[in-house]
Nanobody, 118 residues
Framework: VQLQASGGGLVQAGGSLRLSCAAS????????MGWFRQAPGKERELVGI??IYADSVKGRFTISRDNAKNTVYLQMNSLKPEDTAAYYC??????????????????WGKGTQVTVSS
């Protein structure tokens, strides 16, 4: 599976962005798809996967997927400067209802930069 993320950019605090991640391959629906982010000097962290979201983004970010289009989305609302990071989509063949670590993910896309100005 190859993943291609897009949609990043510069936005003012309080604004919105929608990231997209297009996947190749016929088995897209068999993978759990998530989003991670990494800010400079910090470890890569889970943003959300399925119905699981980091506490810092709950109520502001929403993940959805369109299996017919092999695409997963990250809708980000009420953006804050602390949301500034490179955002990565990732796929896992693990299905669970608990937190996913980066090591749980099998495929990664290249990051797309999100910068939120104050």
């Amino acid at each position: 599976v190859q993943l291609q993320a897009s949609g990043g950019g510069l936005v003012q605090a309080g604004g919105s962005l929608r990231l997209s991640c297009a996947a190749s391959g016929r088995t897209f629906s068999s993978y759990s798809m998530g989003w991670f982010r990494q800010a400079p000097g910090k470890e890569r962290e889970l943003v959300g996967i399925g119905a699981i979201y980091a506490d810092s983004v709950k109520g502001r970010f929403t993940i959805s997927r369109d299996n017919a289009k092999n695409t997963v989305y990250l809708q980000m609302n009420s953006l804050k400067p602390e949301d500034t990071a490179a955002y990565y989509c990732a796929a896992s063949n693990i299905w669970k209802n608990t937190y996913y670590a980066p090591g749980d993910m099998y495929y990664w896309g290249k990051g797309t930069q999100v910068t939120v100005s104050s």
